[in-house]
Nanobody, 121 residues
């Protein structure tokens, strides 16, 4: 069994900061890429940031310069540091991970339950 659990969401005023965490646990052999996505009411889920097992990162244009994705030393953790938050950042943020449960299994995508981030003006 593999689970992804997000934490760190909450309510913050515009200009503030939040740090999201995601931990992958269970029967895990290897974790490849991890990432953060978000979905606001009435909008499609969109990519926020991704990070490979080697540390290569990618960001949506809307968050570049404000958000930073990072990986824990154990490689089963991923973080999203969100600074200079704007009301338009309000959404449910989801963690995604590519997980292999055993060798030679292929990677399977797992999603967390999501954590609410609300930014007030």
């Amino acid at each position: 069994q593999v689970q992804l659990v997000e934490s760190g969401g909450g309510l913050v005023q515009a200009g503030g900061s939040l740090r999201l965490s995601c931990a992958a646990s269970g029967s895990i052999f290897s974790v490849n890429a991890m990432g953060w996505y978000r979905q606001a009411p009435g909008k499609q889920r969109e990519l926020v940031a991704t990070i490979t097992s080697g540390g290569s990162t990618s960001y949506a244009d809307s968050v570049k310069g404000r958000f930073t994705i990072s990986r824990g030393n154990a490689k089963n953790m991923v973080y999203l540091q969100m600074n200079s938050l704007k009301p338009e950042d309000t959404a449910v943020y989801y963690c995604k991970a590519e997980v292999s449960t055993h060798f030679p299994s292929s990677y399977v995508v797992y999603w967390g339950q999501g954590t609410q981030v609300t930014v007030s003006s």
